[in-house]
Each structure stands twice: as structure tokens, then as C-alpha cells.
């Protein structure tokens, strides 16, 4: 199940306008909702529109990227496109996540989308291990992948990244995100940390065979002396 991130586009000069609407259409989490012309426009369209993210450009006439940002919910995040730098500073005042600087090319853009996608990524993380569902969502290859926790074995930790190895995919689910961030969202009762690159699903062990673990897919994994202590608690309840 795939997510995208609803966004706008504003700004009064048609080029940068139809530039930016380029950039959106190729890249894949982003869902242009509407190109807007002005912050007035813009306005218009939040108030019947669910957006999350607006590429923002600051010097506008009747009302500024600036002034209009004020205005915005707090969950609608914002990334500032203007030629001048010295509304930088500015920007930042009004909790903007990112600042293009006019002319910007298209790897710029997607760094600055990507941030977007990682706070929203976030975000949802957090709001569902609060809710307790049996699932989550992680940013793979700029899609928001589900992970259903029924079908995972484990999540195995590659400097910044996790890989995620499942029951129903032969294919591991590869993620921008420390080990550590992913422990403090999963469920204590259903998933331990065993080694400083492993997360194991407890459902998922077979066997426990000295100082090793035995998954359901024959991988053995260490359990490391920091984990030992913990871990024997679990089997001894």
C-alpha cells in the first residue's frame, strides 16, 4: 500500500510554475493537488483541500510566501523557493522544513521533497506505535511500504539503513532508518532486540540452541551478551 504526500505548488511566475509542476509529476510519493498562481489562490484551495506539503515561493504581491505560511495549519509543512537568499533566515522563523534557492535543478528539489517524505514518515510511525496497530509504514525506494508485523522475521540493521525480512516477500524491504528509531516504535510483547544488528519477531523463533536463535526461515541468530539477560527472562517466562 503505496502513500503520497498531497502538495501545491505557488508561485506567480508561470516558468518556475510549470518547472515545479515537472518536478512533482516525476517524482513518485508527491500527488499535485494544484498549481497556484498567487497565495491568495493558494487560500482558496486549502480550505477545501487536504495538503500536506506546499513548494512555497516567498516574493509574491497581495500576499507573500512569508505572510501566507502564518496562516497554515501546523501539520502542513512547507518548503520555501524564492532567489533571494536573504530570506532565509526568515524562512526558518516560520518552521519551514527546507529552503530552494532559485535557480534550483531537479536533485535539489528531491532532496528537499525527500525530507518532507521522511518527517511525515516519521510522524506516522510514531502515531501508530501510539495506537498500537499491527503495522507500520517505511519509506522504501519513495514509496510508504506496510509492513505487517504478522509476516515479519526480522529487521536486520545496515549502518543507516534497516532491512526487513518478511514471510510473504522474497524480496527484503530496505529503509532509510537506524535500528535504534525502529526498537522504540515496535511492540515490546511481539519483538526484542537480541544483537546490535538484530530485531527478532519472538512469533518467529523455532528454537533456541545455546547462546543462538533458530527463525522460521533456519537463520541463526547470535544473541549478544548486552541481550542475553533479557532474552532468558522471556524463554523463562
Known amino acids: 500500500m503505496d502513500k503520497k504526500l498531497r502538495c501545491l505548488i505557488v508561485d506567480d511566475e508561470p516558468l518556475a510554475l510549470e518547472m515545479l509542476g515537472r518536478y512533482v509529476a516525476k517524482t513518485p510519493f508527491l500527488e499535485l493537488v494544484q498549481a497556484c498562481s498567487s497565495a491568495v489562490e493558494a487560500l482558496e484551495v486549502l480550505q477545501h483541500s487536504d495538503i500536506q506539503l506546499i513548494f512555497l515561493d516567498i516574493q509574491m504581491p497581495d500576499l507573500n510566501g512569508i505572510e ?132 527478532i519477531s519472538l512469533n518467529e523463533i523455532t528454537a533456541v540452541e545455546r547462546n543462538q536463535v533458530i527463525m522460521s526461515d533456519n537463520l541463526r541468530i547470535t544473541i549478544a551478551d548486552p541481550y542475553k539477560e533479557r532474552f532468558q527472562a522471556f524463554v523463562n517466562h
Open 68 to 199: 501566507l505560511s502564518r496562516l497554515l495549519d501546523k501539520d502542513i509543512k512547507v518548503v520555501f523557493t524564492t532567489a533571494f537568499h536573504e530570506y532565509a533566515l526568515e524562512g526558518f522563523k516560520v518552521n519551514a522544513l527546507d529552503y530552494l534557492l532559485k535557480p534550483f535543478n531537479y536533485e535539489e528539489f528531491l532532496r528537499a521533497a525527500s525530507r518532507a517524505a521522511d518527517w511525515f514518515q516519521h510522524r506516522v510511525l510514531t502515531s501508530e506505535a501510539k495506537t498500537g496497530r499491527d503495522y507500520l509504514f517505511v519509506k522504501s525506494e519513495y514509496k510508504l511500504v506496510k509492513v505487517d508485523f504478522n509476516h515479519v522475521i526480522y529487521f536486520e540493521g545496515l549502518k543507516d539503513y534497516i532491512k526487513i525480512i518478511t514471510k510473504n516477500n522474497p524480496k527484503a524491504i530496505l529503509s532509510l532508518m537506524s535500528l535504534k528509531n525502529l526498537e522504540a516504535l515496535l511492540p515490546e510483547e511481539r519483538f526484542m532486540r537480541v544483537h546490535r544488528s538484530y530485531i
